[in-house]
């Protein structure tokens, strides 16, 4: 998985989360029931996007400190390691990676229902 593949499941996850599909389910059944007035409907789809967006700027520090590092790593590393070791350093790196967004998408996602 690349950088950008990492970058991308992590929007992903924001933008489908299904939590907020299942709210905007029954809003919209409320919406056809005429339980909820169309204004009340736009505002929780604006304050929903409005959210979305938040976390998803919050993915980009974390993700540009992540390629400063294996920037930095590349070049410290070129050149002294094997290909056994560099394939495998690349392997856990990758696996951090992954790690780091899922631990920022949790905190995220705590710090969420923490303001609610």
Known sequence: MTENDIL????????FDEEQ????KILIKKLYNNTVTPKEFKTFILK???NSLKRIF???PY???QIKINDSLRQYTEGSLNSD????L???NKFLEQVGIRVNYLVNKL??????
Not at 8 to 15: Q, R, S
Not at 111 to 116: C, G, N, T, V
């Open 90 to 92: 690349q392997e856990k």
């Open 21 to 24: 599909l299942d709210h905007l």
């Open 63 to 65: 993700y540009i400190k």
């Open 48 to 50: 929903q996007k409005a």
């Open 8 to 15: 991308f499941t992590g929007i992903e996850d924001i933008l």
């Open 58 to 60: 919050g993915l980009f």
């Open 111 to 116: 710090s969420k229902k923490l303001q609610d």
């Open 85 to 88: 070791s560099t394939n495998e």
